[in-house]
C-alpha cells in the first residue's frame, strides 16, 4: 500500500495551550480513515494542519517525494487536499453554481463544467436540486452539495468533520452512501466523527486523539483495543 503524504512533528499550542503534540501521521493512498476524541481534542485543529489552513508551531511533510517545510507544503496542501468544514458553507447560489464553482476557478470552459456539474449531481442523487438555491436546503442536502463540490475537484486527500453531525437518520444513511461510493472509488478520505457507528464500516483505520497525541485503534471493526501509543508510529 503506496503512502500518500506523511506528516511529522506536529505541534501546535492555542492560546498558550498546548493542543496537539503527534510524532508522525501517514496518510496511505486509497484508504478510509476514521479519526475520533472527545470534544476539544484537537480533530478540527488537526485537519486544519493537514490542509494547510492553519499553520502549526513546527511540521515537516513528506510529499511527493519531497520533504518540505510548512512553507514550502501550505500551497500544495492547500491545492491537493479538501478540507470539508462541519457546517459547509454554500454560496448564495444555486446548487448547480455552487457545485461548478471550484472549476471555473481552474479555467474549465463552460461546456465541461456542465457536464461534470450534471454527472457529479447525479453521482449525489441531487438532480432533482440543481436550480434550487443553497440557501433553501436542508442541514443533510447542504453537506450533500458540499461533499459533491469537494468529489468533483478530484482531490488527493478529503477530510470530512463531523459530516453526519446534526442529521436525522435518513441524511445519515445518504450521506454515509456517498462515503461508501467515494471508497469504492479509491478516493482517500479522513473523517471525524462521534457518531463513529455511522461511519466506522467504511474505515480502514481508526485513530483517536488524546490529550494531544494519537492513539491507534485496532483492528477496526472490533471494539477498541489499544495497539500503539503517543510516541509509536502512527499510520492512517
Ligand atoms: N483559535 C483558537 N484559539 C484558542 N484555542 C482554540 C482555537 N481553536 C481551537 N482552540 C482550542 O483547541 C482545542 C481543540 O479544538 P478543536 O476544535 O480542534 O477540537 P475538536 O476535537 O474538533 O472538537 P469538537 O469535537 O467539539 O469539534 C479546544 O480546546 C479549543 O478550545
Ligand atoms: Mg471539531
Redesign the pocket.
Known amino acids: 500500500m503506496s503512502g500518500l503524504i506523511d506528516y511529522q512533528g506536529i505541534k501546535i499550542s492555542?492560546?498558550g495551550?498546548l493542543?496537539l503534540d503527534i510524532d508522525h501521521l501517514a496518510v496511505k493512498a486509497h484508504q478510509c480513515t476514521l479519526v475520533t476524541?472527545?470534544?476539544?481534542?484537537?480533530?478540527?485543529?488537526?485537519f486544519k494542519i493537514m490542509s494547510g489552513l492553519l499553520r502549526p508551531d513546527s511540521i515537516q511533510v513528506d510529499y511527493q517525494g519531497l520533504q518540505m517545510s510548512w512553507k514550502q507544503a501550505k500551497p500544495l496542501l492547500q491545492r491537493d487536499i479538501i478540507y470539508l468544514h462541519?457546517q459547509p458553507y454554500l454560496f448564495d447560489a444555486s446548487v448547480a453554481d455552487n457545485v461548478a464553482y471550484g472549476l471555473y476557478r481552474r479555467g474549465e470552459s463552460k461546456n465541461s463544467v456542465q457536464k461534470k456539474v450534471c454527472q457529479a449531481l447525479d453521482w449525489a442523487n441531487l438532480s432533482h436540486l440543481a436550480q434550487r438555491h443553497a440557501k433553501q436546503l436542508s442541514g443533510g442536502e447542504k453537506q450533500r452539495v458540499a461533499l459533491t463540490r469537494a468529489r468533483i475537484l478530484a482531490p488527493s486527500l478529503l477530510l470530512l468533520?463531523?459530516p453526519t453531525a446534526s442529521m436525522d437518520n435518513e441524511a445519515k444513511q445518504q450521506t454515509a452512501h456517498l462515503l461508501q461510493r467515494l471508497k469504492e472509488e479509491g478516493v482517500c478520505v479522513v473523517i471525524?466523527s462521534?457518531e463513529s457507528h455511522t461511519v466506522d464500516h467504511l474505515a480502514d483505520h481508526h485513530l483517536c486523539?488524546e490529550h494531544g497525541k494519537i492513539t491507534v485503534i485496532e483492528p477496526v471493526k472490533k471494539s477498541a483495543k489499544v495497539a500503539v501509543l503517543n510516541h509509536a508510529k502512527n499510520t492512517l
Open positions: 492555542l492560546s495551550k493542543i476524541g472527545q470534544n476539544g481534542s484537537g480533530k478540527t485543529t488537526l462541519q468533520d463531523e471525524s462521534h486523539i
